[in-house]
T-cell receptor, first 112, second 112 residues
Framework: GAGVSQSPSNKVTEKGKDVELRCDPI?????LYWYRQRLGQGLEFLIY????????KSGLPSDRFSAERTGESVSTLTIQRTQQEDSAVYLC??????????FGPGTRLTVT | GQQLNQSPQSMFIQEGEDVSMNCTSS?????WLWYKQEPGEGPVLLIA?????ELTSNGRLTAQFGITRKDSFLNISASIPSDVGIYFC????????????FGTGTRLQVTL
């Protein structure tokens, strides 16, 4: 079946602009996660959605970052007033249970 | 955020050689996952481990959940060029329902 998809695959934006990144999870997966991966680094947890529960936002680095999820489907990660240090690959993952997460290809964000 | 200690950081091996990498943590984990990431792609799940002492194989890959629940290793036998990539361990700390903590990655290069 279809995997996790993310769009856009690449985004170049000017410092100070807002960006929206989209994630379509695997159908039927109740959990959705966002991670950030800086060049040559591991994955940094940002936010987690599980069903209708309040999201776990403990990994969001600042109040410029926010995310929403519509039911158990698509999620958008919004970064306001982008800074150069926001440049990274943003990865989305979904899971049917709390154990195995399946990742999308990521969105490469470059802030100039 | 917290990351696991993963070693080695990088490996250069010849085709046909066996590979071993490991992750250690100061915290007790109840789940260990091993992922592989290729350039421009999201991480792909290789093996999942759920019980202390568990040894699981997936083709040429074998992974074990350490008996202390604070470590895991991944072995690759008879490496081939397509094994090239970055291997990440990830674990779930007991009591944290959702979040995975990722290792810093092991970059594997295979020479002919």
């Amino acid at each position: 079946g279809a995997g996790v998809s993310q769009s856009p695959s690449n985004k170049v934006t000017e410092k100070g602009k807002d960006v929206e990144l989209r994630c379509d999870p695997i159908s039927g997966h109740t959990a959705l996660y966002w991670y950030r991966q800086r060049l040559g680094q591991g994955l940094e947890f940002l936010i987690y959605f599980q069903g209708n529960s309040a999201p776990d936002k403990s990994g969001l680095p600042s109040d410029r970052f926010s995310a929403e999820r519509t039911g158990e489907s698509v999620s958008t990660l919004t970064i306001q007033r982008t800074q150069q240090e926001d440049s990274a690959v943003y990865l989305c993952a979904s899971s049917h249970d709390v154990y195995e997460q399946y990742f999308g290809p990521g969105t490469r964000l470059t802030v100039t | 955020g917290q990351q696991l200690n993963q070693s080695p950081q990088s490996m250069f091996i010849q085709e046909g050689e066996d590979v071993s990498m490991n992750c250690t943590s100061s915290s007790i984990f109840n789940t260990w996952l091993w992922y592989k990431q290729e350039p421009g792609e999201g991480p792909v799940l290789l093996i999942a481990l759920y019980k202390a002492g568990e040894l699981t194989s997936n083709g040429r890959l074998t992974a074990q959940f350490g008996i202390t629940r604070k470590d895991s290793f991944l072995n690759i036998s008879a490496s081939i060029p397509s094994d090239v990539g970055i291997y990440f361990c990830a674990g779930r700390i007991t009591g944290t329902a959702s979040k995975l903590t990722f290792g810093t990655g092991t970059r594997l290069q295979v020479t002919l």
